[in-house]
C-alpha cells in the first residue's frame, strides 16, 4: 500500500465528508505519519492540488462514469478523484502509478466489484483524455476558464462582469499560484534586519517585503514547529497585505484599542508592537478557542496589552460606549482575496453567502461607531475583493454616520497611496486581495 497516497485519501474524505479544512487534516495527519521529507511533500501536493481541482475534477469524472457521483461511494469517489488528479495534472507521476495505487486502495477500502469500476474508469481516462477536453468557442470561454482555471462558474462569471475576462483570466491564475509565507517581525523584541539573519541560520530563504518594514518573504523554509525564530517569539506569520491594517490604524502608546473581531490575533499583536506593549487592547471574538490562540501568540510574542474577550462585535458599542480611542473592524467577509492560501475555500463560497455579509458588516460597524470617544478613528478591513463587502459598506455606513468622515487611507500605509481607500487586487498589486478604509469620529 502506497502511505502517501494512503494519507491523501483520507484527508480528502475528511474535507469532502466531514467539512475538515484541507490545511488543518493536512497538519494533523503529517504530524503522526513517519514519512520522509519527500513523501510529506506529495502528499501535500495530491491534498491541495486534488482539494483545489474540486468541481474541475468532479466535471472530468463524468465524462468517463454513466452514472451519478453522488451514487459512488464517498471514499470511491476520492479514489477517482485523486487518481484522475495525477493523470491530468501531474506530468511527473506516470499513468500506471496513479492507476495502480488507486486500484490498492480500493481494494482497502470497497470491494471486488468496485475495484474492477474504478480500473476500468482510470485506463479508459488514459486512453482517452479527449473526452475530457474543456469546452471552447463562443459562449463557453467564461465556462471554459472556470474549468480550466479550477474556479466555480459562478465566481468567474462575476469576475468576467466586474473586471473582464483577461483580468479575471489573471485573477484566477494569481489564487493558483504558489502562495509565499511571510511573517512579520516583532519589533519587541528585534528588527527586521537581525530576524532575517536570525531565519538564514535557521535554514530558511528570506526576502524583504516591499509593503512593510517589517514584513519578510520566506520563500523557503522547513517546519514551522522546527523554526527556531518564530517558535521564540521573533515574529509573527502574517500575510504582507494584512500587515498594512495596523499602520492605518496607527494606534499610539497608553491608547485604548477595540479590535472587534480580531482572532487569529495578527493585526492585534501588530499594534500591541506598534504601541511599545503599552496602552489596552481589547480583543474580541464569538469563539473561545480562537481567543485562546490570540493568548498562545501574545505569550509567545512577549505581549502583556492584549485582552482576549469573549464579545459579538454587533455588541461592541453597548459594552464600550465612548470609550475607545481607536477600533478596528476587520470583517467577517467572503475572502475572496485570498483564495490562493486556502485551496478549499473557493468551493465553499456562494453568492447568496456574499449578499447577506453586508448587513452584517454595516452592523458591526454601527455598533463599533457608538464604542468610539469623539475624535476617535474606525478603521474597516476585509480581505476581499467584492465591491459590496467593501466601499459600498463604507459609502452606506458613512451615511448613516454623518459625524463621520473619510480620511485619505493610503496616505497611512507605509509605502505611500493617493487611495482614499485602499483596494489591492491580486491580479494588480501581486499580493492578496484587501480592502481598508480609515475614518474619524467628529470631536463633538
Known amino acids: 500500500m502506497d502511505k ?16 475538515a ?26 491534498v491541495y492540488g486534488a482539494v483545489k481541482a474540486g468541481d474541475t475534477l468532479d466535471w472530468i469524472l463524468r465524462r468517463y462514469v454513466n452514472r451519478p457521483l453522488k451514487k459512488i461511494p464517498p471514499m470511491v469517489r476520492d479514489i477517482l478523484r485523486l487518481g484522475l488528479y495525477q493523470i491530468f495534472y501531474l506530468d511527473k507521476v506516470p499513468a500506471s502509478a496513479a492507476c495502480n495505487t488507486a486500484v490498492e486502495l480500493t481494494k482497502k477500502y470497497s470491494h471486488a466489484g468496485t475495484v474492477k469500476f474504478v480500473n476500468a474508469v482510470l485506463r479508459t481516462a ?6 475530457a477536453a474543456f469546452p471552447e468557442g463562443k459562449g463557453k470561454a467564461t465556462e471554459g ?13 462575476r469576475w468576467v462582469k466586474q473586471f473582464g475576462f483577461e483580468e479575471a483570466e489573471a485573477l484566477c491564475a494569481f489564487d493558483n499560484g504558489q502562495p509565499v509565507l511571510s511573517v512579520r517581525t516583532n519589533t519587541l523584541k528585534s528588527n527586521r534586519e537581525d530576524l532575517l539573519k536570525a531565519l538564514q541560520a535557521a535554514g530558511a530563504e528570506v526576502q524583504e517585503s516591499p509593503w512593510t518594514p517589517e514584513g519578510i518573504l520566506v520563500t523557503a523554509h522547513g517546519a514551522l514547529d522546527n523554526l527556531a525564530p518564530l517558535q521564540e517569539g521573533l515574529c509573527q506569520v502574517q500575510d504582507e497585505s494584512s500587515m498594512l491594517v495596523a499602520h492605518v490604524v496607527d494606534p499610539q502608546p497608553g491608547e485604548l484599542i477595540i479590535d472587534c473581531c480580531s482572532a487569529p490575533g495578527g493585526k492585534t499583536t501588530h499594534m ?13 471574538d464569538i469563539y473561545e478557542h480562537k481567543l485562546e490562540r490570540i493568548e498562545e501568540n501574545a505569550q509567545r510574542l512577549g505581549i502583556t496589552i492584549i485582552e482576549p474577550t469573549l464579545l459579538d462585535a454587533r455588541e461592541v458599542g453597548e459594552e464600550y460606549e465612548d470609550m475607545a480611542d481607536r477600533v478596528l473592524v476587520d470583517a467577517p467577509c467572503s475572502g475572496l482575496g485570498v483564495l490562493r492560501r486556502k485551496p478549499d475555500a473557493r468551493w465553499n463560497k456562494s453568492a447568496e453567502e456574499i449578499a447577506v455579509l453586508p448587513t452584517l458588516q454595516g452592523e458591526i460597524l454601527d455598533s463599533a461607531a457608538k464604542a468610539l470617544k469623539a475624535g476617535g478613528v474606525l478603521v474597516y478591513s476585509t480581505c476581499t475583493i467584492d465591491p459590496s463587502e467593501n466601499d459600498e459598506v463604507v459609502e452606506a455606513f458613512l451615511t448613516r454616520h454623518p459625524e463621520f468622515t473619510l480620511e485619505q487611507t493610503g496616505s497611512f500605509l507605509p509605502v505611500k ?5 485602499v483596494q489591492l487586487y491580486p491580479q494588480r498589486d501581486g499580493t492578496d486581495g484587501f480592502f481598508i478604509a480609515r475614518m474619524r469620529k467628529a470631536k463633538g
Open 145 to 157: 476558464l472556470a474549468l480550466k482555471s479550477q474556479h466555480p462558474y459562478w465566481l468567474v462569471k
Open 21 to 46: 479544512y484541507a490545511n488543518v487534516a493536512l497538519a494533523r495527519h503529517l504530524r503522526k505519519a513517519d514519512l520522509s521529507d519527500q513523501d510529506r511533500r506529495f502528499v501535500t501536493e495530491l
Open 417 to 421: 497611496r493617493p487611495d482614499k481607500m
Open 272 to 284: 500591541a508592537a506598534l504601541m511599545k506593549n503599552e496602552g489596552r487592547i481589547v480583543a474580541g
Open 126 to 131: 488514459v486512453r482517452e483524455p479527449e473526452k
Open 4 to 19: 502517501a497516497r494512503e494519507i491523501a485519501i483520507n484527508i480528502l474524505n475528511e474535507v469532502h465528508e466531514e467539512g
